[in-house]
């Protein structure tokens, strides 16, 4: 059984298309996240979720805006995507970051985004 | 600025040797420290996890040490095989920081036969 599942996985779009990426979680956690992975392979957080409720939002662009229908889903909508977005979207989730597991980061498998 | 460094370079070592894999850090005062595993094309997986007042910590081959004087953490794999070839990604949270959990850049690590 898929954890943290994505989708699509990969994404070919030209510039100034807008598009979505959907995320769905079946580990009954209450937080979610958005990360972004560079060609550099840097990990970046974009989002984060708890119960649906926005808490973490780094330097984005509000071209990208999360939603969060219920606390198993979040799906990042891109507008008007440039070159530069092209990267690798990971979703992921954890438990509660002051339980015994910290906040482990349950990854997706990834949503590789390329605009031409 | 705070940082988090790791050897950008690749690690290249003989099977069944040991691996020992850096994470440092500036400018952070880390609750816990945790370290994954990015195969080519797959997300990261966790590894181990290891809080601000412990030393080390084992799972299996794996060995992680949290220095917080030096405000390094090793990570080590003994008895190195070729299906432990990836890259390693630490990542930090600091104290009071939530759920916000900062990676490094990771390095990545060859064994070869």
């Known amino acids: 059984d898929t954890a943290v599942s994505q989708t699509p996985k990969y994404l070919v779009t030209q510039m100034g298309n807008d598009k979505s990426i959907k995320c769905e979680q079946n580990l009954g956690h209450d937080t979610m996240y958005w990360y972004k992975q560079d060609s550099k392979k840097f990990l970046k957080i974009m989002f984060s979720y708890n119960n649906k409720e926005l808490i973490i939002n780094e330097t984005v662009p509000n071209r990208f805006s999360p939603k969060s229908p219920d606390k198993a889903h979040l799906n990042l909508h891109i507008n008007s995507l440039e070159l530069g977005d092209s990267a690798v979207y990971f979703c992921a989730s954890s438990q509660d970051p002051a339980g015994p597991h910290g906040n482990t980061i349950y990854f997706g498998e990834g949503s590789w985004l390329t605009v031409v | 600025s705070q940082k988090i460094e790791q050897n950008s370079e690749a690690l290249n070592i003989q099977e069944g040797k040991t691996a020992t894999l850096t994470c440092n850090y500036t400018?952070?005062?880390?609750?816990?420290l945790q370290w994954y595993r990015q195969d080519p094309g797959r997300g990261p997986v966790f590894l181990l996890l290891i809080r601000e007042n412990e030393k080390e910590k084992r799972k299996e081959r794996l060995k992680v040490t949290f220095d917080t004087t030096l405000k390094q953490s090793l990570f080590h794999i003994t008895a190195s095989q070729p299906a432990d070839s990836a890259t390693y990604l630490c990542?930090?949270?600091?104290?009071?920081?939530?759920?916000?959990?900062?990676f490094g850049t990771g390095t990545q690590l060859k064994v070869e036969l």
């Open positions: 990542a930090l949270n600091r104290r009071g920081g939530g759920n916000k959990l900062t």
């Open positions: 400018n952070y005062s880390p609750a816990y």
